[in-house]
């Protein structure tokens, strides 16, 4: 990584975010004045430096999402065009240097910590521990962009007191990362759930924890869904399959001891309480909207039309010149004739008002539709058909009251009103053909099913969890149009290493240089 790049931008968080909002004017730290920081604004520091990749923004979206994950997932339409499977350098370079400051306000609070009395530390282990757990989530999605990375020694600058020299991190393999993540979170469950916590550090928590609003069995059920998504995206491998199989099974045997996320009431976001400030969805519209980003899918809107999806007017609206109707475009069409339709402003869009103008979209983390299906996929491994199919059809009830959730947070009325839904609609979508858990015979139509709900529960919403899924459980079969212009002709399997670890990193590059290419595959991936 460039550590002069990251070294620069520590020293300018603190200025940057205190001009754009007072509110947060004291939640970051400034190197220079370390002395006078605090485990309270390290925390909140630490918990607002990834906001853009959080929070719906013009950077994720259009930047990194647009020309990438809602591509290779067929969740968006586009026009087909040369290099499109090719991740762009700026969707790599701003992802890999927002995580890495991200990552250094973490290492600025571990600093300040280790810095405090053994009493102390004892007081402030609440910080520690749910500090962990949100930088492990977003870790783990790094991971599954890239493979191995720098990580155990990352980040160390400030750390190392400024020192270049020593500071330049070597890549810790993809497997230990996740094996180091999984038994910290195992031992969060238990930690957190028995901590005594001392009353006046936790008035401050309260006030500080912007993801959970200090309720301590919200962070639990946050450490317990994140290892089950861990365990899942592990399940298939050598290394993991049976440990995966033994804690998913413990963590579901204890509920009261290891809660989750099993209702959208217990979802995790990072909540928009005041629009205004630096903690918003203001950007979405131009990230969504721009360059037609926001075209449905062919084969998402198929599906919703043909199965009498009840989600389809909370996720899509029909284009401006269709006159109502849900109108799509063909992905492997001559690019030439996309263009021309694209023009017409009839094709189908992601609903607006539900999506891209909704200032009070949260930040999605965990939710339970996601949970649900994740206890779906580990119960048909387990061969227990009957609580398979309860959790697969409990997900569909919940994302859509999940997506019913979203469009009614929004301030925006664009968009048509979405259709009334009831019970029986809902109903009888779950008994559609391609939706009915009774119409698949094996274990292998079984995954197709909750897989494909995965994918339509994701779509742009949840991107990057989605890519890994469509890449570890790789059933769907979507068609994507051949490039033949460059040898990525079809999605890649992973995204390179930005120029800069090549230019700033170059002994430990070398070590990971042999399998950075696109076609290389993540670890998990083993279908």
């Known amino acids: 990584m460039n550590i002069k790049h990251i070294a620069w931008a520590l020293l300018l968080i603190g200025f940057t975010v205190s001009c754009q909002i007072s509110d947060f ?47 290779f997932t067929h969740s968006i339409g586009w026009v087909n065009g040369e290099n499109q499977y090719v991740p762009g350098s700026a969707a790599i370079n701003n992802r890999w240097s927002n995580y890495y400051q991200f990552l250094a306000q973490y290492r600025e609070l571990q600093k300040v910590y280790n810095g405090l009395s053994a009493q102390q530390q004892t007081d402030y282990r609440l910080y520690m521990i749910t500090a ?37 991190p070597e890549y810790d393999t993809a ?120 075209i449905a899918s062919k084969y998402i809107l198929e599906h919703m039309i043909n199965n009498g999806d009840p989600r389809l007017t909370y996720l899509f609206e029909p284009g401006i010149e269709a006159e109502g109707e849900f109108i799509s475009m063909d992905p492997l069409a001559n690019q030439s004739v996309q263009t021309e339709l694209v023009a017409t402003n009839t094709l189908a869009i992601y609903n607006r008002s539900t999506t891209s103008r909704n200032q009070y979209f949260p930040g999605v983390l965990i939710n339970s539709a996601q949970v649900h299906l994740m206890l779906a996929e580990y119960f048909t491994k387990q061969n227990q058909t009957g609580q398979a199919k309860q959790h697969y059809e409990t997900a569909i009830r919940e994302s ?40 698949a015979t094996n274990a292998t ?39 033949q212009s460059n040898q990525q002709r079809f999605p890649p399997n992973r995204w390179i290493y930005p120029d800069s670890e090549q230019t700033y990193n170059p002994e430990n590059y070398a070590r990971v240089q ?14």
Do not use: C
Request: charged fraction near 20%; aromatic fraction near 12%; charge should be negative.
């Open 25 to 71: 004017e004291d939640s970051y730290v400034n190197p220079a004045t370390v002395a006078e920081t605090s485990i309270e604004k390290q925390f909140t520091g630490f918990i607002i430096a990834n906001r853009n990749y959080v929070l719906p923004s013009y950077d994720n979206y259009f930047i990194s999402l647009r020309i990438t994950a809602n591509r």
């Open 445 to 483: 139509e079984r995954m197709r099913l909750i897989a494909r709900q995965k994918w339509l529960h994701f779509n742009v919403i949840q991107p990057f969890e989605n890519w890994a899924e469509m890449r570890r459980v790789d059933v769907l079969n979507l068609p994507f149009w051949e490039d």
């Open 175 to 294: 497997e230990s990362i996740y094996t180091k993540m999984l038994d910290d979170l195992a031992g969060f469950a238990d930690e957190l759930r028995s901590l005594n916590i001392n009353p006046g550090i936790k008035v401050g928590f309260d006030n500080q924890d912007l993801i959970n609003r200090g309720d301590i069995n919200q962070w639990l059920r946050y450490i317990n869904s994140l290892r089950i998504r861990m365990l899942t995206t592990v399940s298939g491998t050598s290394t993991f399959g049976a440990r995966a199989n033994t804690e998913i099974a413990a963590i579901l045997a204890n509920p009261g001891n290891y809660p989750i996320v099993s209702s959208n009431a217990n979802n995790i976001n990072f909540r928009i309480h005041t629009l205004g400030t630096l903690i918003g969805a203001t950007s979405f519209q131009s990230g969504l909207e721009d360059w037609n980003g926001n």
């Open 400 to 439: 859509f009251a999940y997506y019913q959730g979203l469009r009614s947070l929004s301030n925006n009325a664009i968009s048509p009103a979405p259709a009334a839904v009831t019970a029986d609609d809902l109903n009888a979508y779950i008994a559609a053909p391609e939706v009915s858990w009774e119409t």
């Open 514 to 527: 042999p399998t950075d290419n696109l076609t290389t595959r993540i670890f998990w991936d083993v279908d």
């Open 132 to 168: 962990a757990t949100y930088l492990y989530d977003h870790t783990q999605k790094i991971v599954d962009l890239h493979g191995d990375i720098p990580w155990s020694k990352a980040g160390m600058l400030s750390t190392n007191g400024g020192n270049f020299g020593i500071s330049y």
